[in-house]
């Protein structure tokens, strides 16, 4: 992320800053310039105290659970050109796959023995998986799972393909808008994506009544501190039930194989900014922020998110889905990485929740108690 300004490290926190971060939580808003400073400030002690009290307001609003959610990256093909992403369709080293209905479905038999409750289907683009095709196979972990919590991760559709979905049995939805600033949205992507298009498909997945979750990578290429304060602005006006935001990293094949990647601590400030600015979003700590620190996802736990998503595909195909280089949790099998997990949950002070995890509205619990 480009700073602005530099300042001086401090080992206090002054006064002045402490009530800015009172205030972000009091309030959950900030002046767009004492964002840009809580974004930009290097002083440790400003990122310490927002996630303190990030973690403060998560366990208001979560306790002490951070929410399991089963990854099935289903398809490792993509009729789209993301600068960024190994899957794009030029990179012709990328290894591309499909997994079967049978395939899913029995990923997702192996992970409710496991004690997931929410199967989350993500993949690139790809064409293959028409409505036809998508709308039975949704329907069939309905049946089978009446229990569990089915997202979809499945990129731009139309609005009448979204809705025969959540007809079908899907309850979430994620798509990271990616960037609310459109220049930056244009340095991204190729002229064949537009900024319009995702922000419409958004809009449509909270009209049908999705659970909806928006997101962006953490410094990813052009982005700016003006490009994330219109990031927070837009979750606040769009108020998301998810957030998905882990560091951009880059992968050698694309057109971005050489750009800097995201900063854990960057990510980490965002997530307390996040988790003040909408305390009861739904907020992993992701993968990314795994493989750019090794104990990232704790790390992200302490900064206030609550949501972790163990790899449940195949491991004969983990190692295809490479949206960026060096990406862990590519060798282990499912109940490699729960076991992982609930480890590194408890080491941050947590404890794995078996749960479907819905998100909850802080307003309405706090009438509730009221
Ligand atoms: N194709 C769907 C879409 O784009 O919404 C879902 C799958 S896509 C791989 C999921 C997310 O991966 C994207 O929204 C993007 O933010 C993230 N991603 C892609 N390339 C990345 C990279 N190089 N570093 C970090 N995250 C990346
Ligand atoms: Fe395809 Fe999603 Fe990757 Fe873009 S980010 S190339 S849409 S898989
Ligand atoms: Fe996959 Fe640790 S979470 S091995």
């Known amino acids: ?42 002083d440790p002690a400003v990122s310490d105290f927002l996630a303190e009290r990030a973690r403060a307001v998560r366990e208001r609003v979560y306790g002490k659970d951070v929410y399991l959610r089963g990854l099935i990256e289903f398809t490792s093909c993509c009729r789209n050109d993301c600068y960024y992403c190994g899957l794009r369709r030029s990179n012709k080293k990328a290894q591309r796959y499909r997994l079967s209905a049978e395939d899913i479905l ?50 731009e559709r139309e609005e009448e393909s979204y809705a025969r979905l959540f007809e079908a049995g899907a309850d979430r939805y994620l798509l990271r808008h990616e960037t609310a600033d459109r220049a930056h949205y244009e340095k991204l992507h ?28 953490v410094g990813s290429p052009y982005q700016t501190v003006g490009s994330l304060i219109s990031d927070l602005r837009f979750m606040q006006a769009f108020r998301p039930e998810m957030v998905g935001m882990g560091p951009f990293i880059p992968q050698s094949d694309t057109p971005f194989g050489d750009c800097a990647a995201g900063t854990a601590q960057d990510t980490l400030r965002l997530l307390s900014i996040v988790r003040l600015m909408l305390p009861d979003v739904l907020l992993p700590a992701t993968t990314a922020l795994g493989t750019i620190d090794p104990l990232g996802r704790e790390k992200g736990l302490l900064a206030g998110a609550n949501v972790v ?11 295809k889905y490479l949206l960026y280089d060096n990406k862990i949790c590519t060798g ?39």
């Open 1 to 42: 992320m480009r700073t602005d300004s530099e300042m001086p490290a401090r080992a206090e926190l002054s006064p002045d800053r402490q009530a800015l971060i009172g205030q972000l939580e009091e309030n959950h808003d900030l002046p767009d310039e004492d964002l840009k400073l809580l974004l930009t400030v290097e």
């Open 106 to 155: 029995s990923c997702c038999e192996r992970g409710y023995a496991l004690g997931f409750r929410t199967f989350v289907l993500q993949g690139g683009e790809d064409p293959y998986w028409t409505d036809q095709k998508m709308v039975p196979l949704v329907a069939a972990i309905r049946e089978r799972y009446p229990d569990c919590a089915i997202t979809l991760s499945l990129g």
């Open 190 to 217: 190729p002229s064949d994506m537009s900024f319009e298009h995702r922000m419409n498909c958004l809009k449509a997945l909270k009209r049908i009544g999705y659970q909806v979750g928006c997101g962006m990578m």
């Open 309 to 319: 998503m163990p790899n449940l595909s195949p491991a004969s195909v983990r190692d």
């Open 332 to 370: 282990e099998e499912a109940a490699e990485c729960v076991n992982c997990l609930a480890v590194r949950v408890e080491s941050a002070g947590y404890r794995l929740s078996m749960s479907r995890g819905d998100h909850i509205d802080h307003n309405l619990r706090k009438k509730g108690e009221a």
